[in-house]
Each structure stands twice: as C-alpha cells, then as structure tokens.
C-alpha cells in the first residue's frame, strides 16, 4: 500500500512538472532521469491528475494560456471547473443529509472580477486612512492580486452557513463549517488557507474557502496537516526534484 501510494506521488508529481512548468518556480531544469521515467508512464492518466494540482498562489499566477471548460450551479448560479461537479454535489447533498445548510457564495471569477474586487478594496482601505502602499500591501492580504486567486481556476469555493453568511473567523463556528472541516477531504477538497498556515500560503486564515485536489491528494494532506504548498512541495522532493524556490512572503505586495 505504501509503495503504491508513493508510486501514486510520484505520478502525479512527475505529472504536475509537464503542464506547470511555468507556475511552480523551479531553479533548474528537471534532472534527465526524470525525463526519461515520464516517458515511461501513462502520460494521459498524469495529465489526466495534473489540473487537480494546480497551484495559484501569491508567488504563483494562473498561466498565461489557462482555460477551463465551466458548468453553471443550478443552486446559486455561480460556476466551477465541470470536472469537480460531481464531488461538490455529493459533499453537498451530505452535508444537507446531516440536517445542514451549506450555501455558496463565490465560484469561479473572471479576471476582471478580480480586478474589481481587488481595487475596491484597496479604496476601502484608503478611505478608512491607509497609504497608497499599505492599502495595496493590506488588500493583498484579504483579496488575491488579479492573475493569483484560486478562484480563477474554477476550482475553489466560498461555502458559508446559510444562518452565518459573513466572512469572519466566527464562520468557522457554525454547524456547516464543522462538518465541511472534518469531511470536505471525503471528496476531494481541502480548506485551502488554515489558521497555523498563513506564512505558507501566503493568504489569512479563511474558515470558508474550499479548494478541490481531488480525493487522493484531498486525504494524504489530512493525514499529513500538511497544506497545497507544502503537500506539493513534498512530492517535488519524493520525485527526486530539488532546488525550488520561493519568494519571502514579505514581499507580497
Ligand atoms: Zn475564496
């Protein structure tokens, strides 16, 4: 089982290097070896796992010839990547099944509603007597600069208690974010910014933003507490892959 699991790893780590080779920073270009054993696997099945890996984050945009085919929410009307559908409806219908009431409040998001969500709140944070420079440096902090939300992968989601529907640390609280914590893995998604990972992931801790990793990754992150970054970073390194690096998160803005 554990060979199968690291075979598994080392799959879909090999996988993630052909398609992001432009999004995860790599100092060196991959090692031969490494070449020649991706040509010795299933490349469909890699690609096939490779989009559920995707990393956007503060040091990593989306990629410039990113598309995504979407499918419409008959609930909210909002979008996500077709592929992750399936899982979201499950985990939705259980979390109802547990007497609950989950509601989506962001999907997927264009660029230009980035855009715009991202300058508004720079000028709230003017208008409340912040510089030019700590604005810019505090929205960065609350709102994804436009080209780095995980909502512009169609893969991530704000999900709030129905009775609670305002982003503060009290929505991890309520009954609905208990139970999407403790079984959001069951289907593939993870709560993508924890309270203890913020250095990491670059964005604070948000008790309500769920991303889809599929099921495999989505379980050994539980198992491990380990978040995307470092859960990526450790299959880099089981690959044989060294020599990443990554911006200080003090110089997000
Ligand atoms: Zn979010």
Request: hydrophobic share 25%.
């Given at each position: 089982m554990k060979i199968a699991r690291s075979a598994a790893a080392l799959l879909l780590a090999l996988a993630m290097m052909v398609p992001m080779a432009g999004a995860i920073r790599l100092?060196?270009?991959?090692p031969a070896e490494t070449e020649t054993e991706a040509e010795e696997l299933p490349e469909s099945a890699a690609a096939d796992e490779a989009w559920k890996l995707l990393l956007v984050n503060p040091w990593n945009t989306l990629p410039e010839d990113f598309s995504v085919e979407l499918v419409t929410l008959a609930s909210c009307g909002l979008k996500v990547d077709k592929r992750i559908r399936t899982d979201l409806n499950e985990m939705f219908f259980a979390c109802q099944e547990a007497g609950l009431r989950p509601l989506i409040c962001s999907a997927y998001r264009t660029q230009a509603v980035q855009t715009r969500l991202y300058n508004n709140k720079i000028s709230r944070l003017r208008a409340a007597g912040y510089s030019r420079e700590s604005a810019v440096e505090e929205a960065g902090r609350w709102v994804a600069v436009p080209g780095t939300s995980e909502h512009q992968t169609g893969l991530a989601l704000d999900i709030v208690s129905t009775g609670y529907q305002v982003l503060?640390?009290?929505?991890?609280?309520?009954p609905e974010q208990k139970w999407l914590m403790e079984h959001c893995w069951e289907y593939?998604?993870?709560?993508?910014?924890?309270?203890?990972k913020s250095e990491i992931t670059?964005?604070?801790?948000?008790?309500?933003h769920y991303r889809y990793v599929g099921k495999e990754a989505a379980l050994a992150m539980r198992d491990s507490g380990q978040c995307l970054e470092e859960y990526l970073e450790a299959l880099e390194e089981d690959a044989g892959q060294t020599g990443t690096s990554r911006t200080s998160p003090a110089s997000i803005a």
């Open positions: 100092t060196e270009p991959a503060n640390k009290k929505q991890a609280d309520t593939g998604f993870i709560l993508r910014y924890p309270s203890d670059g964005i604070s801790y948000e008790p309500w």
